[in-house]
């Protein structure tokens, strides 16, 4: 079974900073995208940043933002850990949301599958 572990969630004030960890159950992906997505109250789920695998393991992956996220937040992943991070500086209100950990794992000759975390609270107060 595969399952995506999250864990950093918080309260911060506004400028604060939170680290968002997540920990993905299985390694029998031969590809494998994570990145973190969010939804605030009454508004739809939306991306904040993917990373791929990369071609190796010390490679980083390529990286995909939201604008709205842009020089303020940083997604890194660690291949050994099995684990994906996302680093949040000059948090905003408007960055308050349930956020969720994503993964696209695609198995030797299968299709790609997505997997989502339980969801993770962040609130940055004004």
């Known amino acids: 079974q595969v399952q995506l572990v999250e864990s950093g969630g918080g309260l911060v004030q506004a400028g604060g900073s939170l680290r968002l960890s997540c920990v993905l159950s299985t390694r029998a992906f031969r590809d494998i995208t994570m990145g973190w997505y969010r939804q605030a109250s009454g508004k739809q789920r939306e991306l904040v940043a993917t990373?791929?695998?990369?071609?190796?393991?010390?490679?980083?992956?390529?990286?995909n933002y939201a604008d709205s996220v842009k020089g303020r937040f940083t997604i890194t992943r660690d291949n050994a850990e099995n684990a994906v991070y996302l680093q949040m500086n000059s948090l905003k209100a408007e960055d308050t949301a349930v956020y969720y950990c994503?993964?696209?794992?695609?198995?030797?000759?299968?299709?790609?599958?997505?997997?989502w975390g339980q969801g993770t609270q962040v609130t940055v107060s004004s």
């Open positions: 990373i791929t695998n990369g071609r190796t393991p010390a490679s980083g992956g390529t990286t």
């Open positions: 994503y993964c696209r794992g695609t198995r030797p000759f299968d299709t790609p599958r997505d997997y």
